[in-house]
Structures are given as C-alpha cells and as structure tokens.
C-alpha cells in the first residue's frame, strides 16, 4: 500500500496517507453507534457481513485504479467498524466471566493474521510481483464473506429483537455526538472513554508510520522488519492468551488495564529515546505486553453495559478508536514535521541492520522518533484518568440483585434510587 501510495502521490506521500485515514477515521467515528444500535435490534450476522464487506472491498481497486481505491478506503469508514460487531457478538455468546478470555481471543486471532500476512504479501510479491498479493488477498476477502454466510450463526436472542425492522432505532442513538453527551454524563463509562481515546490515539500514529520509520531512521531492512512483525505479533498472541487470562484472575480487571498503559508508556518512550535495532527489538516485546489494554477495556465496557446495549456501548469505543485511527497519523506527521525528521520518500532496501543515521551532530541523534516521546506523555494522561475507573461494575451488581428479589420490590427500588441510575447503563426495558 505505501508503494502505490507513494507512486499515486509522490508529493507529499505522508501528507495525504494522513488525509485518507483522517477521512477514513472520522467517517468510523460518526457510523460506529449507529452500527452498533442497529446491530442490538436486528442482529449481529447481518452487520458483521457489511462491516467486513466493505472493509475489504477497496482491496482489488488497488490494481484497477490507485485514485479508486484511496477514495473506497476513505469512504469505507463508514462501514469499518468491525470490531464493535465482534466485541458485541462475543458478549452475545459468553458469561461475564468467560469475557475477557474471549475477548483476548478475538484480539489474538488479529495479531496472528498480522503475523502472517506480511510475510506471506513479502514472499509474494518478491517472486510474482504485486498484482498477485492482490489478487491472494481479494481471494481471502472472499472467503472470509462466503464463511460468514455460510458458517456463522445469528448470536443475538430473537426475543432480544423487535417485531418490526427499525421500531427501537432512534437518531439519537445513531447520533455519535449524543453518545459522547451521555458518556460524559456517566461517571462509570467516561473515563473508560477517555482512557480509549488517550491510549488509542498515540497508537494509531504508531502503525501509520513505525514501520517505515524503522526501514529509514533506524536502518531497518525489509526482512528484518518482517521479522519483527512476525516476532511481535507471536509474543502478542501468548501476552492476550495466557497472561490476559492469568492477570485477570489474579489481579483483577482494572489493575489489568493499568499494567497494559504502563507497559505501553514503556514502549513509546523507549521507541523514541532508542537508536539501535537491538532497543527496537527490546521495547516490541514490551509492545507486545501492551497489548493486552484494548481486550481488558473491553471487557470492563462489557462488565459496565445491560445485554441489549453491548451494540451501542462497544460501537461507542470502537467509533472513538476510529477518531484516533484519523487522528493519530496526522499528529505523528506533524511532530515528524516540526523536529524535521522526513517521512515523505521511501529509501532503497537496507537489508543491513546498522543505523541509517550518520551525522553524530543532528539533533534526531539524541531524541530520534520524538512523536514516539509525546506518544508516551499522551498514554501517561490516559494512565491517571484510568485510575478513577470504578473497579466494580453498577450494571452487573445490579442485574444480580433485580434478580435476587421480588419484581414490586424491584420496581420499588428503581423508583426510589431512579436519580442514581446511570444514563448509559439503564435498560431501556426494565
């Protein structure tokens, strides 16, 4: 992608990948509640097939024409909100307590995918050439469609759904900006919310430009890089597998969340003071430790929503990481910019792992990535609003004890505690 990026815009080549994933990650953020609002009322299959659809139909365009596919992608957005309808149909499907395995699951299986397409697009294109990584990865789109078809049962309850298509939709759940109004009225779910979007938001810089910033700042070559993916995302998978589960137990969901920011601040700062492969090696395992954050918040999200509002809450979540996805490279870009550090050309294969740095005098030599280092600053903000978190969830304790007691002492209840109820987590059919 960055290649044809490169040769459809040879000016300014970061300048527009930020513009197309602005547009992309703005989109996502307006759509991500109404995705999630509709899939509550008429079911997770059906939106599941239109999320990934559309996430992979720019895919063949990108041989066909360059212009085409960077305006699907952008337009995708609106649709790219995938992990909103996995989170909720995962919540569908399991107790509380098998959650947060799951939802390390999901994330896991990601980081496996990650782990092996680039080798595989790599070995591909180097002997066929690139007109067949597309058409492979055209051809698993369509597989992965056909599967959902075919394979993948409808988890939502009938009952759960209304008699009638759109009878329970309203815009004021479609309206992303009304979500935000609620979430900042809810002390339960806003600093999950802000903690999202603080975390999120470096890390989404960090995807649209690490890889290309270790091939010419670092000296990196394209083996070696493939490498790191591969090693990274192998030791993601066994941090959101087994230690996911074994932190939960043992020191609880919040804490869990807490470990996964420090190991993240960790890695950022140590991505931005570090000049040598061997520290860029050191600080993805630690990377991959920080990867446990998103699938914990998750779960704590899921732990703090009623069943038939997992949609709209995780929809929520996931249109606010779309922000930070059109956010977060044009931040990286400018303070790139500002400390003239130039990403704007790809430089000949160094398959060397010495530092392309030479000149002992440039200020990159003692701050080399600095977006990495207000990356950290940013995700250490996330760290302190995490720490008001409430370590238990309302929504659960109160399922428990509505069905603990007689219905005209439940009704009772609600009434005479109606102003302590929070407006994201009340159920609407209670």
Known sequence: MLTVLHETFSHHTFLMNGLIQGVKGFLSFLSAPLIGALSDAW??????????????????????????????????????VTFSVIFAYVADVTQEHERITAYGLVSATFAASLV??????????????????VLVATLVAVVDICFILLAVPES??????????????????????????????????????????????????????????????????????????????????IAQTVFLSILMRSIGNKNTVLLGLGFQILQLAWYGFGSQSWMMWAAGAVAAMSSITFPAISALVSRNAEPDQQGVVQGIITGIRGLCNGLGPALYGFIFFLFHVELNELPPDQTSGKKAMQD???????????????????????????????????????????????????????RSSEEDIEPLLQDSSV
Not at 71 to 77: E, F, L, R, T
Not at 116 to 131: E, F, K, M, Q, R
Not at 193 to 219: K, M
Request: charged share 10%; glycine share 6%.
């Open 43 to 80: 079911g997770r299959k059906s939106f599941l097939l239109l999320t990934v659809f559309f996430t992979c139909a720019p895919i063949p365009l990108m041989r066909i024409s360059p212009w085409w596919y960077f305006a699907m992608i952008s337009v995708s957005g609106i649709f790219s």
């Open 116 to 133: 092996t397409s680039p080798a595989i697009g790599a070995y591909l294109s180097a002997s066929y050439g690139d007109n067949l990584v």
């Open 156 to 237: 939502l309850p009938e009952k759960m759904r209304p008699a009638s298509w759109g009878a329970s939709i309203s815009w004021e759940q479609a309206d992303p900006f009304a979500s935000l109004k609620k979430v900042r009225k809810d002390s339960t779910v806003l600093p999950i919310c802000i903690t999202v979007f603080l975390s999120y938001l470096p890390e989404a810089g960090q995807y649209s430009s690490f890889f290309l910033y270790l091939r010419q700042i670092i000296g990196f070559g394209s083996a070696s890089i493939a490498a790191f993916i591969a090693v990274v995302g192998i030791l993601s998978i």
């Open 360 to 414: 002992p005098s440039d200020e990159r030599a003692i701050i080399p990535g600095p977006p990495f280092l207000v990356g950290a600053c940013i995700v250490l903000l996330a760290f302190l609003v995490a720490l008001f978190i409430p370590e238990h969830s309302k929504a659960s304790s109160t399922r428990k004890h509505s069905n603990s007691v007689g219905s005209t002492l439940s009704n009772n209840l609600d």
